[in-house]
Each structure stands twice: as C-alpha cells, then as structure tokens.
Antibody, heavy 119, light 106 residues
Framework: QVQLQESGPGLVKPSQTLSLTCNVS??????????WSWIRQSAGKGLEWIGR???????RYNPSLKSRVSITADASNNQFFLTLESVTAADTAIYYC???????????WGHGLLVTVSS | SYELTQPPSVSVSPGQTATIPCSGG??????ISWYRQKPGQSPVLVIY???KRPSGIPERISGSSSGNTATLTISGAQAMDEADYYC????FGTGVFGGGTKVTVL
C-alpha cells in the first residue's frame, strides 16, 4: 500500500522560508514511472498544484509560484521536499504531497499538513 | 491562465442521480480526473482519464466528456456521497483544478 506523509513546521513567519518533507512508503521515488507532486489547498483559492519532481530529472513548477518554489528529493531515504521562499499570509494552506501518474492523475495523496503564515 | 469551472453546489435526493459539470476551453483534447474530498480528509481519486474508475470506486460513480464539458455522475446517491468533488486537467504541463462542487444528499 502506497502511503505519503507530510511533515514540517505548522507555523512560519512572514518573509521566511517554508520547508516541508514528504515521506513515501510502498513506492520508490527512484522509479521513473512516477512523478511526485506538491499541491496546496487554501480557503481562498481551492486546490493549487505547486510542482513536481521525477528521478529522471523532470522538474516543473506552477508558473504562479515558480520564482519562489523549489522541489528536491533524497532518494536514499525515499523522501522529497518543498521549499517556498518569502512567504506571506496568502501562502497559508493545507499542503499535500501526492504521487502523480505523469501528466495524468494524482493517487494517492498524503494526509495534508496545515501551514499558517503569521507573525 | 487556464481555468476549469464547476458549480459551487449540487443537491440530490437519496437514490436519485447527481451530475457535476466541469467546463474548460479545449477540454475535449485533455484527460480529466475527478477527486472526492470529505471534511477533514485528503482528496481521493474517483475517476481518471475521463471515465475510468480506480479499484474500490463503485460503478454508480461514472465520468464522461463531450466538447468542452466533462461530467461526473453519481447514480443512486447515498449519504456517503456527500463531499466536495474536484475536476482536474493539465494545461501545457501545469496542473489545474476546478473550484470544487459541494454535493449535498437530502
């Protein structure tokens, strides 16, 4: 059974950097058959795809966040990471990691992690 | 930027059929996925590639697509179907979600 679990701080101060980890079990991020994505959900904007990573070097970000976001991975520990710089209150959201069938569907999703941006 | 449009809410009586439209430009050239999200839970895939069901999703949940509109249909609606439903597609490699539709069974 494939499972993903997000972890990281639940509170980040404005202008600082948000850093999250997604731990994957039951599926290897070393497989080029899958992409690994971050998605967020805020009250104001619904679901928003942030970007993806693949072990084959494929990395793509949502153009709306591209200047502030970075997605990397540690294949040896089967985990991937999200970094979002210069956060504001608008970045307050539940952050999900998900396995992506390349440019198709997302399944499964992690449980989600609420991150609040506030001083 | 590309947009997918869904009605904010749909109501259905128990045992009846609910239809949730999702519209977007050139949608006929794209695959649509649908996700169900219950309160406090993460989204779950219920339809992929317009009309395919993952294992564990009942046959009464179905998908279709025609022209610029994709549709999720819930036949014989049950209380357990109450949830938010989101459509999703890709536009030049960027993932796009619809705004979501809250389905109420009453």
């Amino acid at each position: 059974q494939v499972q993903l679990q997000e972890s990281g701080p639940g509170l980040v101060k404005p202008s600082q950097t948000l850093s999250l980890t997604c731990n994957v079990s039951g599926s290897s991020i070393n497989s080029p058959a899958y992409y690994w994505s971050w998605i967020r959900q805020s009250a104001g904007k619904g679901l928003e795809w942030i970007g993806r990573f693949c072990i084959d070097g494929t990395i793509r970000y949502n153009p709306s966040l591209k200047s502030r976001v970075s997605i990397t991975a540690d294949a040896s520990n089967n985990q991937f990471f999200l970094t979002l710089e210069s956060v504001t209150a608008a970045d307050t959201a539940i952050y999900y990691c998900a396995r992506e069938i390349p440019i198709d569907w997302f399944d499964p999703w992690g449980h989600g992690l609420l991150v609040t941006v506030s001083s | 930027s590309y947009e997918l449009t869904q009605p904010p809410s749909v109501s259905v009586s128990p045992g009846q059929t609910a239809t949730i439209p999702c519209s977007g430009g050139n949608l006929g050239q794209k695959y649509i996925s649908w996700y169900r999200q219950k309160p406090g839970q993460s989204p779950v895939l219920v339809i992929y590639q317009d009309k395919k069901r993952p294992s564990g999703i009942p046959e009464r949940i179905s998908g279709s697509s025609s022209g610029n509109t994709a549709t999720l249909t819930i036949s014989g609606a049950q209380a357990m179907d109450e949830a938010d439903y989101y459509c999703q597609a890709w536009d030049f490699g960027t993932g796009v979600f619809g705004g979501g539709t809250k389905v109420t069974v009453l």
